[in-house]
Structures are given as C-alpha cells and as structure tokens.
C-alpha cells in the first residue's frame, strides 16, 4: 500500500493533543508509527507533513533504481527495535524469501515503511502534503504554515532530514554556472537524461557517489565516470558475515580523539589475533558510539572530525557486496577513476566544461558534473525555506560542529538561547551533531521511541 496525501488538511479545530510531525521520510514515519502503536488515546491527533505528499520514501528510500541496495543487513533494519524480524516477516507476507544477512533494494524498504505505518493507522493518522515553510510559537503551542494554510499544533517533531549538497567554486567559478552541473545527486532523472556516451565527473566517493556511478553506468555502457574526493577513499564493503561478535570494554575515564583511536586499533589488532575482522570490531562499537561521542568536549570533537572522522565512515557505513563488486567492474573495465585531490582549475570557454584533476595530466571533458559531496549539515548556509525561519525566529540554532541543530541527547530542541523550546523535538539525522550516530535506522528506530515517549508524556500533562 502507498500512504499518499489524503486531501489537504483543513485547520484543525482547538484541541489539546496535536501533534505535527515535519517530514515523511523514514524519520517521521517511524516517529508516527511509535505514537499510533504505543498510545490508545483515541483523541490523540498526528499530523505528518510531507512536501512530496508521499511517505516512507525520503531521500534515501525514493530511488527508482533497484539496483540501490540497502548498505545494512535486512536483520537490522526493522522499524521496531524489539521485534528484529519485522522486515523479514513483511518480505515473507509479499511473497519474497529474504536472507536475513542480505541487503534489499532500498525502494523495497520505502514500501516496508508505508505498509507498516498503515497497519497502525486510524482516524489519528492525517496526511498533509507540501512544505511547511514557517513554524510559529503561539502560546504555548505552534503555528504551522505552509504556501496555502495556516494549522496549529501543541507538538512538533522535526524530521526533516538530510539537505541537498552545499554549492560547489573551484577558483571563483560557481559550479552551478556549467552547463552540466547537477547539483542534487538524489535527482536520478537527471543522471538518466544525460548523453548515451557521457563522461561524467562525481564528486564525492560516497555511499551517494557510488549510487550514482551505477545507475549512470549500468543504464548505458558507453558512459564513463571520474569519481574525485578529498581523500579518494571509497566505503569499505561488507563481507560474509562472521559469527564472532566483537564487544569491546570502553575504557572509563576521561576520553580524547587520539585516544578513542589508539583504542580501536588496539581492538582491531587483538580481534585479527583471533582471527576476527575489524568489521566486527566497528559493528561491536556501535551501541557504545554514542556515549563515546558523550563523553569527548568539543575541542576533542573537532579534533576526531578533523583526523579520524573521514576512516571511520568508511569503515562504519559499507557498501553491500553486490554493489562493491560492480564498482570493481567499473575500475576493471576502465569505465570508472577514483582519485584523491580535487577539481583544480575549470575551463567555460568550450560548449563542454573542461576540468583539471589532480594527478591527471589532461584535462576531463565533462558532459556532467554531480556534486555528490555530502548532505550539507550547516543550518547556517542552508537555503531551506523552514530551516532559514526557524533560525530567525530563535527556535533552533545550529549544533557547535554545524552538524545539524542544537539539541539535547533525548532529542528535546535548543533555542537560540540554549534552552529547551517547549514542545519542540527532532528525530534523525538533524542531531548529528549531539549524538554523532544519528543518521541510520538503527538509531533512528530507537530516537523514534524515545521522541514519541516524550511527546505523550507531554499530551498526557495536557
Ligand atoms: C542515499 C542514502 C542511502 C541511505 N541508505 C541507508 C541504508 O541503507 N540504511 C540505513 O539505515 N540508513 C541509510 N541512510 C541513512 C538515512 O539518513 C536514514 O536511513 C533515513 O532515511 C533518514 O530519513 P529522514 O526521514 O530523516 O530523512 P530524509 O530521507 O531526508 O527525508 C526527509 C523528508 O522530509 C521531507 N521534508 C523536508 N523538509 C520538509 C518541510 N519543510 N515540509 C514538509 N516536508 C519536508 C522531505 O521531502 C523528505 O521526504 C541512507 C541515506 C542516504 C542519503
């Protein structure tokens, strides 16, 4: 079933149990599932507004291709912590014989997500597509709004997940300027409609990068594609899952970024003389991440940003098998570079953009150029028309590492003043920066059940 937008909402009368929920993506969607499933307030109120009109899908889970997998096990990724075999048991129902240790095609997971939410839902559930552009404090409660209406709510979550790129220069030119420049690497119609001999140059070698290398080089074989980053590293890929588990002991006491470092290589080390991966090592980690991220101050948060963060995302978020090996076939084939350095200097006079490469001594001729760099984290540069409101207003302000919005680790919303706004949440990837480990579904999950714990305590309190 596809929850779609039910007709738009009209302003909803007074009441004291509204709750809107800002964005459809996986992160609003299981923040509605928790608040359907867990209460059995029949006055209770959920609104989830969705720009797209359509839920489950979000950014990562609304691709077309099915060639996008999953970058985590099906055995990890159900909605419901508790009930770990939820997405294998709904594969089962439609008919599909999925291995708990595989990866499945993320536009799967968006379905999941949808079905799943409409098992729970009832007349609570309401549907607004568009974009809420303004959020104003009213009393003690919010004032929604959008291009065309005005609707109030007592309660907030924020689930607005992840922005497009920020906006590339090389040496004063504007990438936006050239003819080819994609500047939003999730828009897979643009990445279809370019030339059937295309060369392209990505940059970003990403999860993001890596999407877009397979759908521009499996839907024509004779594209070809540079994919170019700072550090030239590529996600690591998962292997056959071992059975060993590794849990490490965190040291207690202070903690600093080399530290935290020198640890891990000292686990990975006595895992190897065991005959462990160092796979298991990160996976063990997990769980601890947060509270390792809790337990580091600031300086010592930029200093891992800074040194370590760039190896430990490769190694944390991995690439499924299958998807690792097409991207070796690339390389095999000659149809893909991966470089380390960057755009150096840009040509415009010619109707093609002509690009220096680090290391490469001719310049690429590009038919395109997909900035695949990485949702942007700072609030600040954001051109989003709700982001940019709720700063003005003092409702949120960016995290001190600009990687999201400032807020507390149960997902309570900072203020320009640094106190807690009232009825304002967030769930997801926003709360990277206090949290770290706050973009996959595994603690997306989890922060979906605490956020909805906290917003009915609040509805309960009147
Ligand atoms: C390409 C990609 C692949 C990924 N793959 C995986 C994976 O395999 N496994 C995993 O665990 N994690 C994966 N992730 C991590 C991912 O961040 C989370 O799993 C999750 O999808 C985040 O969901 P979200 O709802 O917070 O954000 P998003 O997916 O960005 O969705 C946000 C939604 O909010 C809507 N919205 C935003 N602003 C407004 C507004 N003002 N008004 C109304 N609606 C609004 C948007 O239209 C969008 O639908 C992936 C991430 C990306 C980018």
């Not at 939410?117 to 929604?144: C, K, M, N, P, Q």
Request: proline content about 6%; some cysteine.
């Amino acid at each position: 079933m596809v929850v779609t937008a039910s007709a738009p909402a009209e302003p909803v009368a007074a009441r004291a149990d509204r709750v809107s929920i800002i964005g459809g993506g996986a992160s609003g969607v299981l923040t509605a599932l928790q608040l359907l499933s867990t209460s059995d307030d029949s006055a209770l109120c959920v609104t989830v507004h969705e720009s797209t009109g359509v839920l489950g899908r979000g950014i990562a889970y609304g691709t077309s291709d099915p060639r996008h997998l999953l970058n985590v096990r099906a055995r990890h990724m159900s909605a419901y912590a508790d009930i770990p075999s939820d997405l294998l048991d709904w594969a089962r129902r439609a008919g599909r014989d999925p291995d708990p240790y595989g990866f499945l095609p993320r536009m799967e997971f968006a379905a999941y997500l949808q079905d799943t939410l409409a098992d729970v839902a009832d007349h609570r559930l309401t549907i607004s597509g568009g974009r809420v552009d303004d959020i104003v404090r009213v009393g003690d409660g919010f004032e929604l709004r959008t291009r065309d209406r005005v609707a109030a709510a007592d309660t907030v979550v924020l689930a607005y997940g992840n922005q497009t790129p920020q906006s590339l220069a090389v040496g004063g030119v504007d990438l936006a300027e050239l003819p080819g420049y994609l500047p939003n690497p999730w828009d897979l119609g643009a990445i279809r409609a370019l030339p059937g001999d295309a060369v392209v140059v990505i940059v970003g070698t990403g999860l993001t990068a890596i999407d877009t290398a397979i759908t521009l080089l499996e839907e024509s074989p004779q594209r070809t594609a540079v994919m170019v980053s700072r550090h030239g590293l590529l996600p690591h890929d998962h292997i056959e899952q071992q059975s060993t588990a590794w849990v490490s002991d965190v040291p207690s006491g202070p903690l600093t970024a080399d530290g935290i470092a020198a640890f891990v290589r000292g686990q990975v080390d006595a895992a190897r003389a065991h005959g462990v991966d160092w796979r298991n090592v990160v996976d063990g980690l997990r769980s601890a991440t947060q509270s390792i991220w809790a337990r580091l101050d600031l300086d010592e948060r930029q200093r891992f940003l800074a040194t370590y963060a760039r190896d430990w995302e490769v190694r944390r978020h991995r690439m499924a098998p299958e998807v690792a090996d097409r991207i070796r076939r690339y390389r095999r084939d000659g149809r893909l570079a991966v470089l380390d350095g960057g755009i150096t200097s840009i040509d415009t006079r010619g109707p093609r953009a002509a690009l220096r490469l680090s290391d490469l001594p001719d310049p690429v001729v590009a038919d395109a150029v997909v900035n695949c760099t990485g949702p942007l984290t700072d609030l600040a540069r954001s051109a989003d028309p709700l982001l940019q409101a709720l700063q003005s207003r003092g409702l949120v302000t960016p995290d001190p590492l600009r990687l999201g919005l400032a807020s507390t680790v149960a997902g309570e919303v900072l203020g320009v003043d640094g106190h807690v706004v009232p009825g304002l949440y967030a769930v997801g990837p926003p709360r990277k920066g206090t949290l770290w480990e706050s973009t996959a579904i595994p603690e997306i999950r989890t922060q979906a059940a605490e956020v909805s714990r906290l917003v009915l305590a609040r509805v309960a309190a009147g």
